[in-house]
């Protein structure tokens, strides 16, 4: 085990010490345990591969910071586990090295949040990143830390010498739909929110992903000792590449130099790196190279396909009904179905390729709003490492639905009412990691937002089997919490300007002199 290795908050923390301007940061990552999946392949025959899925939760609030002259830059991870009885939750001051201070005033909000999954495929030496929200509250100071957030988050994954589990291929996938928000409720109500319209979100996620890339395979000696490759694939519906090229360069700034060019189109008709799913020895089945996510257009198109016969759509198979006397019989609807071992409905029929051309047509992506559906894949044949330490501080899975259902049922449309909801959403991490019931003296709120979503499946929605799962639901602790699910950082850089013409940022300058002829 590598001493030196850092676990994923002190890696964000890093990203965040470098932003311009003087603000303290504090982070919360939420990382699941391990559990048997099985409806990320739910049409895979004879059976899906096994599949194991952790849940990612990140959530980073922003201070303000009052005597911005008398503070030396410093990073306090809550004294990094050494005093177990210190409250990491809470921080009046700041210490610092060579004396001086600076008290922190409020307001003390959440500013980003990140929802994500990784899923591990043992077979195929494959993972997969699915990053399902990214929102921010519109309260953080300028630039906002969204970008350098998720960039470091995608980073840690991608990267061999960091990546948490042992494998070859790793496939960072996302659907890019622009909405007012998703994880803050009434933070569109908030004046100093500035949601991106559809093709500038698409324009960001293709720089923020270009940038990981660029900076994965910029160490020319790293890339061939481990012999690491990169491909990118993004594709948005119902627009041709010239068109879909031209829409997103008119969008965003131009992109950095990169020796991987984007490829437009989708990743699973390529046969040079493996798929996730195994694919059939015998035949044709659609459903070992769509991956079912939750909340994308994909996955309910892929169950239209599968219970779709003669362009009729028919209803899963049913169970057995139990008699009276114990025993069970098939229904007449079950003995109309394929056999076991067939592909269900035209997955037999559907190519990948013939897929994303219908996915043109769908409501989700032409309703008027650009959608743009973005993959990365990063291999690695030699010298991984990464997964001889694997993630420490992980919690149930209970604790992240926890900790959403709090974030989504307290408000963000005010100042005020930001800084109430991170302390409700705060003490709810803390007390959860401690073993205590607490909503910091609040009441639960009966309104909770439902995020915007996909239309929902419906009756023909894939139920996950449950089964034993081999690896044990950890007991989250203070220490755990002190020592990889809580940090601080304070940064004191360079305050920078966005300029209006290319959207970047620019050190302030001195007024020039007028020069005397």
């Known amino acids: 085990m590598s001493s030196n290795r850092r676990n994923l908050r002190d890696h964000l923390l890093a990203a965040l010490v ?36 952790q849940d990612i939760l990140v959530i980073l609030s922003e201070q303000g910071v009052k005597d911005e002259s008398t503070i030396t830059p410093t990073i306090e991870q809550a004294d990094k586990g050494k ?19 600076g008290e922190l005033v409020p307001p003390r909000v959440i500013v980003t949040a990140i929802e994500a999954t ?34 470091a988050l995608l980073k840690y994954y991608v990267d061999p010498a960091t990546r948490p589990v042992d494998a070859e291929h790793l496939w960072v996938q996302l659907f890019a739909r622009a909405q007012s ?22 324009a960001w996620w293709r720089r923020v992903l270009t940038r990981v890339v660029v900076d994965l395979m910029s160490d020319e000696e790293k890339v061939r000792e481990r012999e690491m490759d990169a491909k990118m694939y993004y594709i948005l519906p119902g627009y041709g590449e010239e068109e879909a090229e031209h829409t997103l360069r008119i969008a965003g700034v131009p992109l950095p130099e990169s020796k991987v060019a984007w490829k437009y ?12 799913c195994p694919t059939p020895t015998e035949g044709h089945n659609l459903g070992h190279y769509i991956p079912s996510f939750d909340d994308d ?14 362009g009729e759509i028919k209803s899963p198979q049913r169970k057995r009904a139990r008699t009276l006397d114990g ?40 309703a008027g709003a650009v959608t743009g559906f973005f993959t990365v894949i990063v291999t690695c044949k030699r010298g991984g490492g990464g997964a001889e330490c694997g993630e420490t501080g992980l919690v149930a899975s209970q604790v992240n639905k926890r900790v959403l259902t709090t974030l989504t049922g307290v408000e963000f449309s005010t100042v005020e009412r930001a800084r109430k909801a991170t302390e409700t959403v705060e003490a709810a991490i803390r007390g959860l990691c401690e073993g205590i019931a607490t909503n910091s003296g609040r009441k639960t709120p009966e309104r909770q937002i439902e995020p915007p979503r996909t239309p929902p499946r419906g009756k023909r929605k894939i139920e996950e089997v449950i089964s034993p799962n081999p690896f044990p639901e950890p007991v989250a602790s203070l220490e755990s919490y002190v020592s990889d699910i809580y940090g601080s950082v304070l940064t004191r850089n360079a305050v920078v300007e966005k300029t209006e013409n290319t959207g970047g940022y620019v050190r302030m300058l001195n007024v020039r002199r007028k020069i005397k002829k």
């Open 297 to 310: 257009p994909k996955s309910r198109f892929i169950d239209e396909i599968a219970y779709t016969t003669d």
């Open 83 to 101: 005093d177990e009885n210190a409250d990491a939750s809470s921080s009046s001051k700041i210490k610092e090295e060579g004396g001086g201070g």
């Open 327 to 366: 025993s069970t019989s098939r229904t007449r609807a079950a003995t109309e179905q394929p056999t076991a071992e067939g592909p269900l409905g035209e997955l037999g029929k559907v190519s990948p390729d013939e897929f994303w051309e219908r996915m043109s047509f769908r409501q989700e992506c032409v």
């Open 118 to 151: 990784l899923y591990n495929i043992p077979h195929t030496s494959s993972a997969i990143f699915y990053v399902s929200k990214v929102d921010s509250s519109g309260q953080a100071s300028a630039p906002s830390p969204t970008a350098a957030l998720v960039r």
């Open 181 to 202: 928000q998703y994880l803050f409720p009434d933070s569109a109500d908030f004046e100093g929110k500035k949601p991106l319209s559809d093709t500038k979100l698409c």
């Open 265 to 276: 189109g989708h990743p699973y008709s390529q046969k040079n790196i493996p798929h996730p």
């Open 18 to 53: 470098v932003l311009p301007g003087t603000r303290q940061f504090h982070l919360h990552v939420l990382i699941s345990s391990p559990r048997k999946c099985t409806t990320i392949f739910p049409f895979a025959k004879p059976r899906p591969p096994r599949v194991y899925a």
